[in-house]
Nanobody, 116 residues
Framework: QVHLVESGGGLVQAGGSLRLSCAAPGSIFRFNVMGWYRQAPEKQRELVAS???????NYAAPVKGRFTISRDNAENTVYLQMNSLKPEDTAVYYC??????????WGQGTQVTVSS
């Protein structure tokens, strides 16, 4: 497993924006896919967005058009830009990385709270 470090969470009003960062030790090219998941209280963890080594992105329906995932290969970092935030986006957000042999790494999570 790889130690992924998330940052950028916080408290924001509905309609506001936040940018989450996920830093990996070393090159992120070794991961087939990197993504963001979230888990709200008493709910299952769900995929928010993912991005492949080639830059192909995938978004969950509730965040499409509002969130953007990107990667900076030089900085070994993946970002999640979250705009037009809603109270239902409140959750702990986790960074995820999947290697070519099925190995999966998770970050420690960062809290995002959207007030109405």
């Amino acid at each position: 497993q790889v130690h992924l470090v998330e940052s950028g969470g916080g408290l924001v009003q509905a309609g506001g924006s936040l940018r989450l960062s996920c830093a990996a030790p070393g090159s992120i090219f070794r991961f087939n896919v990197m993504g963001w998941y979230r888990q709200a209280p008493e709910k299952q963890r769900e995929l928010v967005a993912s991005i492949t080594t080639g830059g192909t992105t995938n978004y969950a329906a509730p965040v499409k058009g509002r969130f953007t995932i990107s990667r900076d290969n030089a900085e070994n970092t993946v970002y999640l830009q979250m705009n037009s935030l809603k109270p239902e986006d409140t959750a702990v957000y986790y960074c995820n990385a999947r290697g070519p042999f099925g190995d999966v790494s998770w970050g420690q999570g960062t809290q995002v709270t959207v007030s109405s």
